[in-house]
């Protein structure tokens, strides 16, 4: 999608490691934010942002950890992940985190 | 806690037809009500959304009905296509989070 990238796209990883997911966005939107998909959930809002190091909690930020140092990257790290953390990850990106959240392409997270 | 419940999980119409997906909500404080459409291997996108200070919008096929009394919003897909087959999502924000009900898979046949 344009202006905003996720990397990586795939990952497999085994249990106890700590993981990492990058967000970059070239739009300078302030808001940027973390959810997690999985079947019969819809998308679940992890966590967010609303400014450079301004952070918040969403629904299941159990066992995840933010940063943004700069305004462009939005990075998700699991510390120790764990089986029920194999899912889909999408960043997005709002101007001014109400109207037109846009979606990136996704990470697809395999624990095992 | 799901703050946005979503239904039917899944719908088969035919090519033609009117798709009907229907959401509730909970919290009063929401202040906004989009509707996003999802393909395989792609990321959500805005579809239509909708304030609540108005009960219809439209734009093309795609129509929102709102109910604020009733805490109800929908989605109306009206000349369903093949190319509608998607998942699709309805969404609620306030103080600067989107919360989402859980998806409809729609499949359209030809």
């Known amino acids: 999608d344009a202006g905003i990238t996720q990397s990586p796209r795939h990952k497999v990883t085994e249990t106890g490691t700590p993981v990492t997911l990058r967000c970059h966005q070239t739009e300078n939107h302030r808001y940027m934010y973390w959810y997690r998909q999985d079947p019969g959930h819809g998308l679940r809002l992890i966590h967010y942002s609303y400014g450079v190091k301004d952070t918040d909690k969403g629904e299941v930020s159990d066992g995840y950890s933010v940063s943004r140092s700069k305004t462009e990257d939005f990075l998700l790290t699991l510390e120790s992940a764990t089986s029920s953390q194999t899912s889909v990850y999408f960043c997005?990106?709002?101007?001014?985190?109400?109207?037109?959240?846009?979606f990136g392409s996704g990470t697809r997270l395999t624990v095992v | 806690q799901q703050q946005v419940k979503q239904s039917p999980q899944s719908l088969i119409v035919q090519k033609g037809g009117i798709s009907i997906i229907n959401c509730a909500y909970e919290n009063t404080a929401f202040d906004y009500f989009p509707w996003y459409q999802q393909f395989p291997g792609k990321g959500p996108a805005l579809l239509i959304a909708i304030r609540p200070d108005v009960s219809e919008k439209k734009e093309g096929r795609f129509t929102i009905s709102f109910n604020k009394s009733a805490k109800q919003f929908s989605l109306h897909i009206m000349d369903s296509q093949p190319g509608d087959s998607a998942t699709y999502f309805c969404?609620?924000?306030?103080?600067?989070?989107?919360?989402f009900g859980q998806g409809t898979t729609l499949q359209v046949k030809p």
């Open positions: 997005a990106i709002s101007e001014d985190g109400d109207y037109g959240y846009t």
């Open positions: 969404a609620a924000s306030s103080s600067g989070k989107l919360i």
